[in-house]
């Protein structure tokens, strides 16, 4: 196993000081509405920050995945029932954290027929209707491909979607056991073409095995099906059962990548060790406004 590089190491407040922001904060509102974050449940190293600022990214359908990515420090195996009430919980605790962007995700539900699509577009409509003026980024699984699961769900208008790559082609039968490259590229053309009001944006962890040249071939492919946005940041392993890292990556290369991601087009870039799917979700989503629709 690699040891962490000083370089890399990254100040985190204390959980004293953590506890104190929660006292009647993100995590006592989470608590009290019964409802999961990716920030939680994926052990995601920026939740102090996240929390500390009152955001947080909602995780629907549970707790549990039906799938077995190698990286993901999500449980998985017996999934819930689908929570009726959930989407009205999440607008309450929008309320109670005063969001002015939303970002829902989920576990993948390959047991569901819509692959849980009707959830997000429930939550979705409901934050349009109880909450003006409040945007909606979804970040979502592969729903098998099924198109049809994808309209239900952008039929209902969030301003950015968001479904990740993850990594490149070579490892994904390593990585993504149950997913596949090509039909994460056509999910984002497939929402393009259909919605091109929607902003696009997946992401891409780095230090897991990949090279240069297949980082550089996924950029190229991302952006010819059109995509908007793209995140890359450094994989850490979440729990003695995922994959070990393989590489941790310089600041100087991911400074790299974010050129060569903007040379390409890409509206909005986000690249370095602690960036995550929704890190600083509404300032991409606002400097992708801005590009598009300038003053």
């Known amino acids: ?23 009647g904060g993100t995590y006592s509102i989470l608590k009290n509405y019964k409802l999961n974050t990716v920030c939680q449940e994926a052990k995601c190293p920026n939740i102090y920050g996240c929390f500390n600022k009152k955001t947080a990214t909602f995780m629907i359908l549970g707790s549990r995945c ?25 607008v309450e605790a929008a309320k109670k954290l005063d969001l002015k962007y939303v970002v829902i995700t989920s576990v993948t539900r390959d047991d569901l027929p819509d692959g849980g699509a009707r959830q997000f577009a429930k939550v979705i409509k409901l934050i349009r209707e109880e909450l003006s003026g409040v945007r909606v980024e979804v970040l979502v699984p592969d729903f098998s491909g099924d198109n049809n699961s994808i309209d239900i769900l952008i039929d209902e208008g969030p301003d950015v979607f968001n479904h990740n790559i993850e990594t490149v082609p070579r490892l994904y039968e390593i990585i993504r056991p149950g997913a596949d490259y090509y039909r994460s590229l056509a999910i984002l053309k497939y929402v393009k073409k ?13 230090g897991l095995g990949e090279k240069k040249g297949e980082v550089i071939a996924v950029l190229n492919d991302l952006k010819k099906n059109k995509c908007d946005f793209i995140t890359i940041g450094q994989y850490f392993k979440p729990g003695r059962k995922n994959i070990d890292v393989s590489e941790y990556i310089t600041k100087d ?5 974010e050129n ?18 929704s890190f600083h979700a509404e300032e991409m989503m606002n400097i992708g406004a801005r590009f598009m629709n300038p003053p």
């Open 66 to 90: 039906t799938r077995s990515c190698k990286f993901c420090g999500v449980e998985k195996g017996r999934v819930s029932k689908i929570d009726e009430d959930e989407p009205l919980r999440i």
């Open 260 to 277: 060569i991601a903007k040379d390409m087009g890409f509206l909005g870039v986000f690249s370095g060790t602690w960036v995550r799917s």
């Open 253 to 257: 290369k991911f400074v790299e990548f």
């Open 1 to 23: 196993m690699l040891k962490l590089p000083g370089w890399i190491k990254k100040d985190i407040p204390r959980k004293r000081i953590l506890l104190n922001a929660e006292s």
């Open 194 to 206: 259909n919605k091109k009001n929607i902003y696009t944006k997946s992401g891409l962890m780095l």
